[in-house]
C-alpha cells in the first residue's frame, strides 16, 4: 500500500524531494552555497579590500655578524622610541589618509631575513605603542654575512599582497657594512625602484662592532651610490651610536610625510654614482687569499 512500502514517500527517498527548475534538489544548492562561502573565506585578505595607507614601510635592520649585542639592542631600542615619539605621531596623522602601514625586519646574509613585526596599521600612539613592545620582548643573536642585496630582494616581496595600499612604498635599510653576500646591490636597488619602491638608508658608521676589515669610513657614500634611490631617496649616516635614536626620528618623519630631505647630514642621491658598488665582495675574496 502506498505509504506503507519501503520504497514509499513516507522513508523521505531523494527523488521525493522538492527541486528547483534544472532538477537539482535544494540540498544540493545548499551544499554549492557553502563551497561557494568557503572559497571566499579561504581567499583571505586577497579578497578583501586593501586598506588605504600614505605609506607602506619596511624598516629592514642590519643584525650581521659584525654589529654586538650592545648594538643590536641600541636598534630595537632606538626604533621603538622613534616610533612613539611625538614626532613620528605627528608625522602618521599629518598624511591625507592618517595612517601608515610598517613591518619590522631584520636581516644579514642572503637567506638570512626574519620578520619581527608583521604588516601592521598605525593610525596613533597605541598602534605604535603595541609595534614598540613587540621590538622590546626580546633580542636574537646576530646572523652571519651581509648581504643589502638580499635584504632589498627580501623587502621588495613583502608588498605583495600585504592587505594594503599605499601613496608610496618605501624600504628603510640600516647596515655597518657593504654588501659581501649575494647579487650586486645596485641590481637589487635598481629591480626595486623599476618597481616604484623608495629606498632610503642608514649607514651605521660607528666602530664598536667586530671585523674592522669591513669599516668604510665613507659607507654613507656607497650608501647613496649603490642602494638608495627613488623619488625624494636620502641618506643619514650616524657617526655615533648616541645619534642613533635621533637619527631614526628624523628618518621617520621625511619618510611618512614626504618632506625633501634638506636638512643638516641628510644626503641626497647623487645625480651620477661614482663608488665601486663590489668594494664589499672584493674586501671578502681579498680577506680569504689572504689566508690561504
Not at 513516507?10 to 534538489?25: E, F, M, V, Y
Request: proline letters at 5%.
Amino acid at each position: 500500500m502506498a505509504g506503507k512500502g519501503r520504497d514509499g514517500p513516507s522513508q523521505g527517498r531523494a527523488w521525493a524531494r522538492p527541486l528547483d527548475n534544472r532538477g537539482r534538489s535544494g540540498a544540493e544548492w545548499r551544499m554549492r552555497a557553502l563551497l561557494v562561502l568557503a572559497g571566499l573565506l579561504l581567499a583571505g585578505p586577497a579578497a578583501a579590500a586593501e586598506v588605504e595607507v600614505d605609506v607602506e614601510l619596511v624598516l629592514a635592520v642590519d643584525v650581521s655578524r659584525s654589529m654586538t649585542p650592545h648594538e643590536l639592542e641600541i636598534q630595537r631600542r632606538g626604533y621603538a622610541e622613534a616610533l612613539v615619539s611625538p614626532e613620528v605621531i605627528d608625522a602618521i596623522r599629518s598624511g591625507p589618509r592618517g595612517q601608515v602601514a610598517v613591518t619590522y625586519v631584520e636581516w644579514a646574509g642572503t637567506t638570512s631575513q626574519r620578520v619581527i613585526v608583521g604588516w601592521t596599521l598605525l593610525r596613533g600612539r597605541a598602534d605604535a605603542e603595541a609595534v614598540a613592545a613587540q621590538l622590546s620582548v626580546h633580542f636574537e643573536s646576530a646572523l652571519r654575512r651581509t648581504s643589502i642585496s638580499g635584504a632589498l630582494d627580501f623587502a621588495s616581496g613583502l608588498f605583495d599582497g600585504n592587505g594594503f595600499s599605499g601613496l608610496s612604498q618605501v624600504i628603510d635599510v640600516s647596515g655597518d657594512g657593504p654588501n659581501n653576500q649575494g647579487r650586486r646591490v645596485d641590481a637589487a636597488r635598481d629591480d626595486a625602484l623599476v618597481r616604484g619602491i623608495t629606498i632610503n638608508g642608514l649607514p651605521l658608521m660607528t666602530r664598536e662592532g667586530m671585523g674592522a676589515q669591513w669599516h668604510l669610513d665613507d659607507l654613507d657614500i656607497y650608501y647613496r651610490d649603490c642602494v638608495v634611490g627613488g623619488p625624494g631617496a636620502f641618506v643619514i649616516p650616524v657617526l655615533e651610536w648616541r645619534h642613533f635614536p635621533r637619527a631614526v626620528r628624523r628618518k621617520l618623519v621625511l619618510e611618512l610625510v614626504a618632506r625633501p630631505p634638506n636638512a643638516a647630514q641628510v644626503i641626497p642621491v647623487a645625480a651620477e654614482a661614482s663608488y665601486d658598488c663590489l668594494i664589499g665582495e672584493k674586501i671578502w675574496d681579498n680577506m680569504f687569499d689572504d689566508w690561504n
